[in-house]
């Protein structure tokens, strides 16, 4: 589950209420326009420029397209038109050289919150009152998932491997944690306390000692009770009230120092979903802090044929779209299963809470291919390199042994992309945008570092000398063939 890149500038709570309700609302209500997703069939000539195009708007955005509404806020705050990409260098160096003061500058001005050196981190005793005040069902499912997460985190961790050598030296590659990670939580238009665990626990089974939250100083962010509690429940201790490029930036640079509060210390690596924003922040501070990803929309394919439900697989199709910017992908060489399966897109969208933004993510992100067969969708699914791979077939893991692509794939009917996105046990922070071609999903591994251990004997270096000596000669570096020779004449 990635969350979408909002491509305007102000990262401010969003707006509540803003609906009309009751019979004003069903009084005033144009009627809808008829549900279309696009078709797309493989036969046909113009096939493969939709699917060229249908990529590029999957595509990692270069980041330099922004809203009116963005180019407003942009010259309230900034004084000048500039872009995304420009506004996000321009807040990390001014962070970087100003700490504390530039943090508290921006979040006032983007975010609309006053927030002071003491105010700026959530209090240890607003975490704990919100761990007492929550939900205890909600606690226990927190804790289900956690051990979940937990053990398959740490069945997947990297351990040291030793190759001994025969004249009694060896080799060693040692894993080791880092030792302080960031966790970005989004808060603008719902809470997430789902990445908080998918963030923090996969970095606990590798042992990282301090983990840092920074969410947006928001309802659904740090002044969230359910994401305190998680937090709470989780040992996190280091909690801040801050959102967008900003966020980033303090964790990448710290925030200085305080003589009357604890600021924060920078971190080693920064991990989790955000807006536009804190994607274009975590690939400027890369290279002073390691990152995982740059993600952009959550996306789906569903792979299906005469067997699938029509019914699961629109549910599949709506949870995506449902973060609106969202891709949901079917690809069968069923043809009636197009038409069923648009049916129910139309039939569940209207049970929806978030229907217009789903229907409008169908319409501009979706795609309903027809292929000639298995081998085809294979391939076009390889193709595409989606996020989460949904194989709802029959005989589907033959299927995905031809797959190679895929940031999460889910096998059979009883496997939505849901149970992976909160409780199954790998990491939500998937690659988006065709990157899975390289990258892949958040795990434990990812909060390791390693480094290689040489221990040889004399014997050992004798053995070897003659291939040092040579290469060292054929480069010119006399001093490695020395430090050699020396040992062994």
Same mark, same amino acid.
């Given at each position: 589950m990635v969350f979408a890149p909002i491509i305007v500038i102000c990262h401010g709570p969003a707006r509540q209420g803003g609906t009309q309700t009751g019979a004003t609302a069903a009084a005033s209500a144009p009627s809808p326009e008829p549900f279309a997703m696009l078709r797309i069939d493989t036969t046909k000539p113009e096939a493969a420029g939709q699917i060229e195009s249908l990529r590029q708007k999957l595509a990692p955005a270069s980041g330099d397209v922004v809203s009116e509404a963005g180019r407003r806020k942009t010259m309230e705050v900034f004084g000048e038109p500039l872009t995304p990409v420009e506004v996000v260098k321009r807040i990390c160096q001014d962070v970087r050289e100003r700490g504390l003061d530039a943090v508290l500058e921006y979040t006032a001005k983007l975010d609309g919150a006053e927030l002071t050196a003491e105010t700026i981190r959530v209090p240890q005793e607003d975490l704990a009152a919100a761990h007492q005040a929550a939900d205890s069902e909600f606690l226990a499912t927190i804790r289900r998932i956690r051990e979940n997460v937990l053990r398959f985190q740490s069945a997947i961790l990297h351990s040291d491997t030793t190759v001994p050598l025969d004249a009694g030296g060896w080799l060693r590659q040692r894993y080791l944690p880092i030792e302080r990670a960031g966790l970005c939580v989004p808060g603008g238009a719902a809470a997430y306390p789902s990445t908080v665990l998918m963030t923090a626990v996969p970095a606990q089974a590798a042992g990282v000692k301090e983990l840092v939250v920074v969410a947006p100083p928001t309802p659904f962010g740090s002044y969230n009770n359910d994401l305190l509690a998680t937090c709470h429940e989780l040992g996190i201790r280091e909690v801040y009230r801050l959102g967008g490029a900003q966020a980033v930036a303090a964790m990448a640079y710290g925030l200085g120092s305080d003589a009357?509060?604890? =600021?924060?210390? *920078?971190?080693?690596?920064?991990?989790? *979903?955000?807006?536009? +924003?804190?994607a274009l922040a975590k690939k400027y501070v890369f290279g002073d802090v390691d990152i995982d990803s740059i993600a952009g929309p959550s996306e789906v394919i569903v792979i299906a044929d005469e067997t699938t439900n029509a019914e699961y697989t629109a549910a599949d199709l709506l949870a995506q779209a449902e973060h609106s910017p969202g891709s949901s992908v079917l690809i069968t060489w069923h043809a009636p299963l197009i038409d069923q399966v648009e049916a129910q897109l139309e039939q569940q969208l209207a049970e929806l809470s978030r229907s217009d933004l789903t229907r409008q993510a169908l319409e501009e992100f979706g795609a309903l291919i027809l292929v000639s067969d298995r081998e085809e969708a294979a391939a076009l699914a390889d193709q595409l390199a989606t996020e989460h791979l949904h194989i709802t077939c029959q005989q589907p893991e033959q299927l995905l042994d031809q797959i190679r692509a895929a940031g999460a794939v889910f096998l059979g009917p009883y496997s939505p992309v849901a149970v992976g996105d909160y409780a199954a046990g790998p990491s939500h922070v998937l690659p988006t945008g065709a990157t899975a071609r +390289?990258?892949?999903? =958040?795990?434990?591994?990812? +909060? =390791?570092r390693t480094n290689s251990v040489i221990s040889f004997t004399a014997e050992n270096l004798n053995q070897v000398s003659s291939d040092v000596l040579l290469m060292a000669e054929k480069e010119g570096l006399t001093a490695h063939a020395a430090s050699v020779s020396r040992r062994v004449k």
């Open positions: 009357n509060a604890e =600021l924060m210390r *920078p971190v080693d690596k920064i991990v989790g *979903p955000g807006n536009l +924003f804190v +390289f990258a892949s999903g =958040l795990s434990s591994n990812d +909060f =390791l």
